[in-house]
């Protein structure tokens, strides 16, 4: 018999469960049939089939799938959670680290990066105390900008 992919058992399995979380309504508020859940399937399921050597690039998805996952999930069910554009620079970062270091590949200056301008953009209303608005203004409007033009040249001028 063919060796199976573990991909496909997980997120059959995550699926289930969650139709027998609904359907015998195990929890209130549907607490864990909400859409989130189905990223943290599916990133669990990358994570697994990565983690087992069967297919070692899908760490990054599975790591980026999952971050973004709990991510929804906290802000949909927490009041605490922050809701803002830096927490997705600093998941990806976290990401490019994270398979920076299981890879052993390149991906680590972006992750550092991503990382940096996450937590700035996070805490962007102490910067603006701390800078100035005028240092602040010039950065949101052309940080972007170079941001931008970072990524078109790491697409158009591949090693």
């Given at each position: 018999m063919k060796k199976q992919s573990i991909?496909?058992?997980?997120i059959v399995s995550g699926l289930a469960l969650m139709l027998i979380v609904e359907n015998w309504e195990l929890t209130a508020g549907g607490l864990w049939t909400a859409w989130p859940v189905l990223l943290l399937v599916?990133?669990?399921?990358f994570l697994l089939e990565s983690i087992s050597g069967r297919i070692p690039l899908s760490f990054l998805p599975g790591v980026i799938l999952s971050l973004f996952g709990i991510h929804f999930?906290?802000?949909?069910?927490?009041?605490?959670?922050p809701d803002h554009t830096g927490m997705y620079f600093l998941y990806f970062g976290a990401a490019f680290l994270a398979d920076s270091l299981k890879t052993r590949?390149?991906?680590?200056?972006?992750?550092i990066?991503?990382?940096?301008?996450g937590a700035g953009f996070?805490?962007?209303?102490?910067?603006?105390?701390?800078?100035?608005p005028h240092a602040s203004y010039i950065v949101e409007m052309f940080g972007p900008l170079l941001l931008l033009g970072f990524g078109l040249y790491m697409v158009i001028v591949r090693k």
């Amino acid at each position: 018999m063919k060796k199976q992919s573990i991909f496909y058992g997980i997120i059959v399995s995550g699926l289930a469960l969650m139709l027998i979380v609904e359907n015998w309504e195990l929890t209130a508020g549907g607490l864990w049939t909400a859409w989130p859940v189905l990223l943290l399937v599916s990133g669990t399921a990358f994570l697994l089939e990565s983690i087992s050597g069967r297919i070692p690039l899908s760490f990054l998805p599975g790591v980026i799938l999952s971050l973004f996952g709990i991510h929804f999930y906290l802000l949909e069910f927490t009041a605490f959670w922050p809701d803002h554009t830096g927490m997705y620079f600093l998941y990806f970062g976290a990401a490019f680290l994270a398979d920076s270091l299981k890879t052993r590949n390149s991906g680590w200056f972006t992750g550092i990066l991503l990382s940096i301008l996450g937590a700035g953009f996070l805490y962007s209303s102490v910067l603006k105390q701390t800078a100035g608005p005028h240092a602040s203004y010039i950065v949101e409007m052309f940080g972007p900008l170079l941001l931008l033009g970072f990524g078109l040249y790491m697409v158009i001028v591949r090693k």
